[in-house]
């Protein structure tokens, strides 16, 4: 059962900054945050982990606040090639929810 | 980085056959692999979990009988569905872990099963 909630579509244009939240009210104290990619036919992708503050690499950036009950993937400039279904997952110390995916947010990346 | 390598990408079989996928982790060991599915629209469904040198362990709902899954070695998973039937016909996906519980799952390209 999934633990996260997330918006099922977002819509943007090309070179705008996308800003996708995931709601993870029980999440527990050592419990990280993982995104993840999908594009069809193919396996997820990892993007980004983290457990609090903030996060970035070369493709994203993962905002945490204090009370770690969501977080949001931040995409900039996103391009067509962005377009994809997100996954944001929270670990569970005793059932392993970090396995169990959600139903994703599709994002569609219009010129 | 991690790389899972699942073969074949896509498979046609026709009814009552078996079918094996394998996975494998190319440049790391992972004592625990990860078999996901998914049909189309929907999100990935874990069906069950790979141990390396013992039983995997099925979520609820996943017929153990129907989907075999051998973890021989440390690098190599394989689930075999048996007796394929057209509703088996999916996306199947697998996973594993570099490291510890919350390292994060790196993915197979998945295979497409088609049961005619």
């Known amino acids: 059962l999934a633990k996260t909630t997330q918006p099922i579509s977002m819509d943007s244009y090309e070179g705008q900054e996308v800003n996708i939240t995931c709601s993870h009210n029980?999440?527990?104290?050592?419990?990280?945050i993982t995104w993840y990619q999908q594009f069809p036919s193919q396996g997820p992708r990892f993007i980004i982990q983290g457990y609090k503050t903030k996060v970035t690499n070369e493709v994203a950036s993962l905002f945490i606040p204090a009370d770690r009950k969501s977080s949001t993937l931040s995409l900039p400039r996103v391009s067509l090639s962005d377009t994809a279904v997100y996954y944001c997952l929270v670990g569970d110390r005793n059932s392993g929810y970090a396995l169990n995916f959600g139903k994703g947010t599709s994002l569609l990346v219009t010129p | 980085g991690a790389v899972v390598s699942q073969h074949p990408s896509r498979v046609i079989c026709k009814s009552g056959t078996s079918v094996k996928i394998e996975c494998r982790s190319l440049?790391?060991?992972?004592?625990?692999m990860f078999w996901y599915r998914q049909f189309p629209k929907q999100s990935l469904m874990l069906m069950a979990t790979s141990n390396e040198g013992s039983k995997a362990t099925y979520e609820q709902g996943v017929e153990k009988d129907k989907f075999l899954i051998n973890h021989a070695s440390l690098t190599l998973s394989t689930l075999t569905v048996t007796s394929a039937h057209p509703e088996d016909s999916s996306f199947y996906i697998c996973?594993?872990?570099?490291?510890?519980?919350?390292?994060?799952?790196?993915f197979g390209n998945g295979t497409r099963l088609t049961v005619t």
């Open positions: 440049d790391f060991q992972a004592t625990t």
């Open positions: 029980n999440i527990a104290t050592n419990d990280y």
């Open positions: 996973s594993a872990r570099e490291g510890g519980r919350n390292s994060p799952l790196h």
